[in-house]
């Protein structure tokens, strides 16, 4: 892996994978648990529909400890935005004006040279609070998040067994959303440094995953109703 673009494509898809497979699993339980008509529908094949949650909840947990780990050999958010330091030149002006002109399809717009003029060129530091944020949420997923992770999904740790519904008592579902918002928001500075020139802070986007999942996952169980 050369290009930051790259880099930037493969933790989008990381993020991706961990946001949809969370917030579907949320909406078909919360859907499934309150619609009488869903449940009745999702009880006729009852297996194919534990099948399924358990899938989406092994996806998630695997997939946010990939995001979160801290191997120097793992791509992770940390790799990410190390990786994004390491190369802080392909953040410059040049760089940024030549996917201007690919989006153009190879052709100077006759805003670029105006444009070009006010772009931001990012640089380390901006990228190591990047880290900083990330790093307020590691001690919480370390503490709580990834042992359900190592020992329960990854494996089957023969001593955490016993106490399964205790380890997942822990877990809180606002602040595994706050996860997922930091590391979209990662995404869309990252996205904006190296695209539009632009700098921005973990909190000035709005996201709408969740919004896009539930509508999809609604749209799915009213079949099921029908």
Not at 89 to 114: C, P, V, Y
Not at 162 to 181: C, D, K, M, Y
Request: net charge negative; with cysteine; glycine share 6%.
């Amino acid at each position: 892996m050369e290009k930051v673009e790259e880099a930037l494509k493969l933790y989008r898809d990381e993020v991706a994978t961990a946001t949809w497979a969370f917030y579907a699993w949320k909406h078909l339980n919360n859907i499934g648990s309150n619609d009488r008509a869903v449940r009745n529908g999702l009880n006729r094949n009852a297996a194919t529909w534990n099948v399924i949650t358990h899938s989406l909840q092994t996806t998630f947990f695997i997939t946010i400890g990939r995001l979160f780990d801290i191997d120097g050999d793992a791509f992770s958010v940390h790799a990410f935005l190390r990786f994004c330091i390491e190369n802080v030149d392909q953040f410059d002006s040049r760089h940024i004006r030549e996917r201007k002109m690919t989006d153009q399809n190879g052709i100077e717009a006759d805003w670029l040279e105006s444009y070009m003029g006010r772009v931001y060129e990012a640089k380390v530091p901006d990228f190591q609070r990047l880290r900083g944020e990330v790093t307020k949420h590691q001690k919480r997923y370390e503490e709580i998040y990834r042992p359900i992770r190592n020992k329960v999904m990854a494996h089957k740790e023969i001593a955490s067994l016993s106490n399964v519904t205790e380890i997942f008592g822990r877990t809180n579902i606002g602040e595994i959303q706050s996860f997922l918002a930091l590391f979209g928001q990662v995404e869309n500075v990252v996205f904006d440094l190296m695209h539009n020139g632009k700098l921005r802070k973990i909190g000035d986007y709005e996201l709408h995953e969740e919004q896009r999942m539930e509508q999809d996952v609604t749209s799915l169980l009213d079949r099921i109703k029908a």
